[in-house]
C-alpha cells in the first residue's frame, strides 16, 4: 500500500472557530423551534458532532448514509441511499448535515429524497464546498469552507475508509 502523508489545509483550531459562528447564525435562524438534523454518513459525523453542540436549540438526531465514491477518489456518477433515516420529518424544521459538496449530485439526490416527506423547511449546512467541480445547483445555507479542488481527508472525511479521525482537513502527498 502506497504511503501518504497528511498536510494541514485547514486546522482544528479553524475549524472549531468557524463552527462557533455556524452554531450562532443557525441558532439565530430558528428561534424557539425544533429541529430534526439529519447527518450524512459516514463522512459528516465529526462535524455534526461538534455543530449540534453549538446549536442552541431543540434537536432531534438522525442519521442517513449514501454513497457516491467508492474506494478512490472518483466520482462514481451515481448515488445509493444505503441507510435510511427513521423518523418522520413532515412538517418539521429539517437541517442537513453534510461533509463536502463536490458535484453536488449527493445532496441533489438527498433533496430530493427529502422533499416528498414534506418537510416545513429543509436547510443545508455543509463543512466543504468545491466550486470547482459543481454540476449540481446546490443551495448551501451555512457553509464552513469552500476549498480547491483537492481530494481532502481528515475531520470525518476518508481516503478508502482511512484518516476519519484526524482532527483537522488534510490533503495527501503521495511517497512522503
Ligand atoms: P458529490 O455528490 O457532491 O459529487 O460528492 C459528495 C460526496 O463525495 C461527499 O459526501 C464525499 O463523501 C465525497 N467527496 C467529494 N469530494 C471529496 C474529497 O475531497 N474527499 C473525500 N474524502 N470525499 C469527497
Known amino acids: 500500500m502506497e504511503l501518504y502523508t497528511p498536510e494541514v489545509l485547514i486546522s482544528e483550531e479553524e475549524i472549531a472557530l468557524r463552527i462557533n459562528a455556524l452554531g450562532k447564525a443557525i441558532t439565530n435562524d430558528f428561534e424557539d423551534e425544533e429541529l430534526v438534523v439529519i447527518c450524512v454518513l459516514k463522512g459528516a459525523f465529526m462535524f455534526c458532532s461538534d455543530l449540534i453542540k453549538k446549536i442552541n436549540r431543540p434537536i432531534k438526531l438522525e442519521f442517513i448514509s449514501l454513497s457516491s465514491y467508492g474506494d478512490?477518489?472518483?466520482s462514481s456518477g451515481s448515488v445509493r441511499l444505503e441507510m435510511d433515516i427513521t423518523g418522520n420529518i413532515e412538517g418539521k424544521n429539517v437541517l442537513i448535515i453534510e461533509d463536502i459538496v463536490d458535484s453536488g449530485l449527493t445532496i441533489k439526490?438527498?433533496?430530493?429524497?427529502m422533499s416528498v416527506r414534506r418537510p416545513k423547511t429543509v436547510r443545508l449546512a455543509s463543512l466543504l464546498y468545491k466550486p470547482a467541480k459543481?454540476?449540481?445547483?446546490v443551495k448551501i445555507d451555512y457553509l464552513g469552507f469552500e476549498i480547491e479542488d483537492k481530494f481532502v481527508i481528515g475531520y470525518g472525511l476518508d481516503y478508502a475508509g482511512r484518516y476519519r479521525e484526524l482532527p483537522y482537513i488534510g490533503v495527501l502527498n503521495a511517497g512522503h
Open 134 to 137: 459543481l454540476k449540481h445547483s
Open 72 to 74: 478512490n477518489t472518483l
Open 109 to 113: 439526490t438527498l433533496m430530493e429524497i
